[in-house]
């Protein structure tokens, strides 16, 4: 005589029922991911648009002094205005008391990581990519870079950074508050 088998389904825990909650400490990576679409959607990719227009205007050929002229500018103006308006906007969009805190604590870390991933993918870009593929290879390395950056991101403040950020906070109420 076979045996009949049944299945079924186990029920999810409450914290994952659909439609899915979120709890308190997912919500800010949410709004942050929203956050970062904006960023990408509106900032970067007009900007660096522009800029590469201009640089092949500015700085036909691909010459190895060209090419350094066009890695100077894109690494050393452009990225620390894009890294600014990243931080500062993604503090912004994310509701941050104190939108330069993030800004100072880690432009130095991020700029370091974007010499090394961005001057020998730009390098590569300006002296073998042909205009008609460009969009394409940076769009590949646009992908790895945000990826990065996504990283970069979300890697916590130093505890000291938040107490001081906090400790300037309030000194700045009792301040406001003994002028009244």
């Not at 005589?1 to 029920?11: D, I, K, R, S, V």
């Not at 800010?28 to 205007?57: C, E, I, M």
């Not at 503090?91 to 008391?97: A, P």
Request: hydrophobic share 45%; glycine share 4%.
């Amino acid at each position: 005589m076979p045996q009949h088998f049944t299945f079924e389904a186990p029920t999810p825990p409450e914290h994952q029922a659909f439609p899915l909650q979120l709890s308190e400490r997912e919500k800010l990576p949410r709004k942050a991911r929203n956050a970062l679409r904006k960023w990408g959607v509106f900032a970067r990719h007009k900007s660096q648009n522009a800029t590469y227009k201009w640089l092949d205007r500015a700085f036909p050929g691909t010459t190895k002094v060209i090419i350094v002229k066009k890695l100077v500018l894109d690494q050393f103006v452009l990225t620390p205005y894009l890294l600014t308006v990243f931080y500062a906007g993604m503090s912004i969009m994310e509701g941050s008391e104190d939108i330069f805190l993030e800004l100072r604590e880690k432009f130095v870390p991020t700029f370091m990581r974007s010499c090394i991933f961005w001057l020998p993918a730009q390098a590569l870009n300006f002296s073998l990519v042909a205009p008609r593929f460009r969009v394409i290879y940076m769009g590949i390395c646009g992908l790895i870079w945000v990826n990065i950056l996504c990283w970069t991101k979300r890697q916590s403040l130093p505890v000291a950074t938040k107490e001081i950020a906090t400790d300037s906070n309030n000194n700045a109420a009792v301040i406001r508050n003994s002028e009244t």
